[in-house]
């Protein structure tokens, strides 16, 4: 069997002889054909039509592809990843169902139903390929107090290795510090605690780090989470490993234990949730005082049912190690709500509250209250405090309609804006060229096209001494000043008269 060619030796193969062939005899032509046929491994009737006819030397054109997701698919994919407070696709394709209705059932959005129908079936890698331009367009020493040795001792360890998929309820709990760039004296800090099994995360703003606090703060947490409390497990910091927050977890019937010393791994649920959330909504700066744990009570208060009913994340299903290779499986991204239905340890009652509380969600109003918050949390951090009212009326159709355009600018939450950097100048001492500017002008309105060499020339010999060599580039500075500032005149002026006059205005 004759070893095939590609298809661009065929269209080759056809140039060369195609031409021979239809200006040969009848023999010629068997002769032709016979071989045309044994080299490509055509059907000798196909050899025929293709020899027959004059083939273009090149390829055809491709025709051009269908886009299945348009341009109206595209921007309400902006808003909606907008709403979600831009998760990455895995996450937001099934968050999608639930966010399009919950937006629609409060009269935010109305889809066509094409449109609907396209965003409910583009897969997690079309989304991230559709918002792929609106993406690319934003270390303190904690001071610690040793723990005492017989509390530490009464605190078993628990290991990343040791969780064994545990029941709702049981935590992981971190503090997270608002000092920024200055540890020193005293600021706000947030309690993180993220339940092992689905994720849910609650969020408590405390003034100071004590332990008296904490317990405080586990005690108002029991009576809002959907779960009890089961397992409380944390690092080996004074604010947690302290016999105020050992008594209470005794008297209370939960399980209290503790990481090993510098293994942060051993608290990877909950560390994770530092980044994720509180990081993502604080951002780093540093935030003291009542009034900014205040503010932060505020967002934590807008954000918990944001994250937890409309915030899917990922869970680890199954890793397996071959070698050094490893490799991991997750399950669907799922809402810590949609865990918590899910799981048969949760009883119906609370399950069917939940449901009950996902109706009323608005995740709109929302993220609005989110970013209200993060702008005085932003004027907090810059010493500019700027109190928002709680009670006012937000436009969120105004809101809504910002979201289609708001990746133009980049980045979004206020926590996360730089600083705008002063003007840079680069004169750093007196100008040598001040005095004398006005006599160059003159010499630049009647010769514009004089270098920076002939004029510091011209300069020399009218005062002998006043001007060295050295100040060659100083002038030229002065010299590219004047003419941007001419040639955005001429731009900017569009009469030909007037044109001819700019450069003799500008100064």
Not at 7 to 34: H, M, P, T, W
Not at 196 to 217: D, H, M, N, P, Q
Not at 276 to 289: A, E, F, K, N, P
Request: aromatic content about 6%; hydrophobic content about 40%; some cysteine.
């Amino acid at each position: 069997m004759a070893k095939k060619i590609s298809a661009e030796a065929r269209r080759e193969l056809v140039e060369a002889i195609g031409e021979r062939y239809r200006a040969g005899s009848k023999q010629d032509k068997a002769r032709i054909l016979d071989e045309f046929a044994a080299v490509t491994g055509f059907h000798r009737k196909h050899s025929i039509r293709v020899l027959k006819h004059v083939v273009p030397s090149a390829a055809p054109a491709r025709r051009p592809r269908l886009r299945v997701y348009d341009a109206a698919v595209r921007e309400a994919l902006v808003v909606l990843w907008e709403a979600s407070d831009r998760v990455c696709g895995k996450r937001l394709k099934p968050l999608l169902p639930t966010l399009v209705g919950a937006l629609e059932h409060h009269g935010h959005l109305r889809l066509d139903e094409g449109v609907r129908k396209k965003l409910l079936q583009a897969s997690a890698a079309t989304i991230d390929r559709v918002l792929a331009e609106p993406r690319r367009t934003g270390d303190g020493r904690r001071l610690q107090a040793r723990a005492k040795p017989a509390v530490r001792a009464a605190i078993p360890i628990r290991t990343f290795a040791d969780w064994n998929d545990p029941l709702p309820g049981f935590m992981e709990a971190d503090l997270v510090s608002h000092g920024g760039e200055n540890v020193a004296g005293s600021f706000a800090h947030t309690l993180v605690l993220t339940d092992i099994a689905t994720g849910w995360t609650e969020c408590v703003a405390l003034a100071v780090r004590e332990g008296s606090l904490i317990v405080e703060a586990l005690t108002r947490l029991r009576t809002t989470m959907p779960f009890p409390l089961r397992g409380f497990d944390t690092d080996n910091g004074t604010e947690f490993i302290n016999e105020a927050v050992l008594a209470y977890c005794k008297e209370s019937g939960i399980e209290f234990t503790r990481s090993r010393p510098y293994r942060k791994n051993d608290q990877a649920w909950v560390e994770q949730k530092n980044g994720s959330i509180v990081r993502r909504l604080v951002g780093y700066r540093r935030l003291d005082g009542i009034g900014a744990a205040a503010a932060l009570s505020r967002l934590y208060a807008a954000s918990r049912p944001f994250v937890n009913f409309f915030q899917p994340s990922f869970k680890l299903a199954e890793k397996k190690r071959v070698g050094a290779r490893v490799t991991k499986r997750y399950h669907v991204p799922e809402t810590p709500c949609g865990r918590l239905l899910q799981s048969n340890a949760v009883p119906e009652a609370t399950k069917e509250r939940l449901r009950a509380i996902a109706t009323t969600l608005d995740p709109l109003r929302l993220l609005d209250e989110i970013r209200t918050v993060q702008h005085e949390l932003a004027g907090i951090a810059a010493g500019t405090p700027l109190r928002m009212d709680p009670h006012r009326d937000a436009d969120l159709d105004q809101f809504l309609k910002s979201l289609a355009t708001a990746w133009h600018a980049g980045e979004v939450r206020p926590t996360h804006q730089s600083k705008p950097k002063p003007p840079r100048h680069w004169r750093t001492r007196k100008d040598a060229f001040e005095a004398v500017w006005p006599r160059v002008l003159a010499w630049l309105q009647k010769e514009p096209d004089r270098t920076g060499s002939e004029l510091l020339l011209r300069l020399q010999e009218e005062r002998p001494g006043e001007f060295p060599d050295a100040q060659l580039r100083t002038l030229q500075r002065r010299l590219k000043v004047w003419r941007r500032a001419a040639a955005r005149k001429l731009v900017f002026t569009p009469d030909i008269a007037r044109a001819d006059a700019a450069v003799a205005v500008v100064n």
